[in-house]
C-alpha cells in the first residue's frame, strides 16, 4: 500500500494546488470554517518555545505554517510537503504575505534535516495520508530536539464516514471504477482511532501523550463539498480520466439522494495529537 498511496497523494495535489487555498482558507479563500481555524485548535494545546524553531510537516500551501507564524513572537519557521506544486505554492503565497519562511520539498518518512535541529513540530490534516505512520513519527522524533514537543490534527476513526460509504456503494463490483474503491479501501486502513496513536506515539519514543478526539457534524452542499475539498480528488485521482466526469455526476446524485433541506451531513472527526521527546 504505501507506494500506491504516496503516488495518489501526489496526483491529487498536482491536481489541486492551485484550487486548495480557493476551497479550504479563510485567509486566502472563502472558507467559513477552515484550515486557519483548525491549526488554532492545533496550537491552542501548545506552549511555544520560548524562540522556537519550528517546523510544519506537510505544510502544503503553507496555510498552518502561516498560522503558525502568528503564534510566534522571535524564531525560524520551516515548511516540508511531499508535493513539489504544493510547495511551490506555499512559496508564492510566503512571498505574497511577506512572511520570511524556509520550505523544502521532502517525505515525512525522509526529512531533509539533521538530527535535533527542531524544538517544536506541527502538522495539520496530514497525518492521515502518511502510509508508514510509525516511520514517520521516528523521522520527526529525530529531527527534533530533546524537550522538543509535536503536535498533529488529522481526520481519524470514522472521518467522513458518510462519503465512505458512497463511494463503497458506487464502486461496488464496477471495474472502472476499481481505483475508486482500492483509495476507499486505503482511506479507512489509514484513518486511525485513539488507542492506536498513543501507542505509537509511545513506540516512536515520545513521552508525556495527550490524545484526544471529537466529532463535529456538518451539512454541506454536496458540490462545494465534492469540488472544493482535496478529498474527493484524492479518492477519485487513481480512476481512469475518462470517467471522472461521469464518477462525480453518480456521487453527487447519491449525496442528493441523501441530503436533507440543509444539505448532505458530513461527519468530520478530529483527532489532536501531542507528544514530547524525552530530555534523557
Ligand atoms: C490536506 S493537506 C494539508 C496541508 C497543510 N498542512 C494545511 O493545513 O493546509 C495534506 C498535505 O499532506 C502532504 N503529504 C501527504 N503525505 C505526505 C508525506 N508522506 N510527506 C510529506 N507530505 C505529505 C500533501 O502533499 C498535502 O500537501
Known sequence: MPDRVRERVLETYRLTADTYDRGVSERLGSSRWG??????????????????V????????????????????????????????????AVENADELDFNIEFKEGDVENLPYPDGL?????????????????????????????????GHLFGGGKHVEELISICLDVSKGDPDLIGLREAVEDVVRLHIDLEAVQRLLWEAGFRKPFVYGYHRVMNVKPEDFWFGNPYPAYWTSSVPAENRAELDSR?????????????????WYTIQAYGSKPTD
Not at 35 to 52: H, Y
Not at 118 to 132: G, R, W
Not at 251 to 267: A, D, N, Q, V, Y
Open 251 to 267: 456521487i453527487l446524485s447519491e449525496m442528493k439522494e441523501r441530503s436533507g433541506p440543509r444539505g448532505f451531513k458530513i461527519t
Open 118 to 150: 527542531f524544538n517544536m513540530a506541527i502538522s495539520n490534516m496530514s497525518f492521515q495520508f502518511f502510509p508508514d505512520k510509525l516511520r514517520a513519527l521516528k523521522e520527526i522524533h529525530r529531527v527534533m530536539t530533546p524537550g522538543g514537543r509535536m
Open 54 to 89: 519550528a517546523l510544519d510537516i506537510a505544510c502544503g500551501t503553507g496555510l498552518s505554517t502561516f498560522s503558525l507564524i502568528d503564534y510566534i513572537v522571535k524564531g525560524d519557521v520551516h515548511g516540508v510537503d511531499l508535493s513539489p506544486e504544493m510547495v511551490r505554492k
Open 35 to 52: 484550515i486557519e481555524s483548525l491549526t488554532g485548535m492545533l496550537l491552542g494545546e501548545m506552549r511555544v518555545p520560548e524562540n522556537p
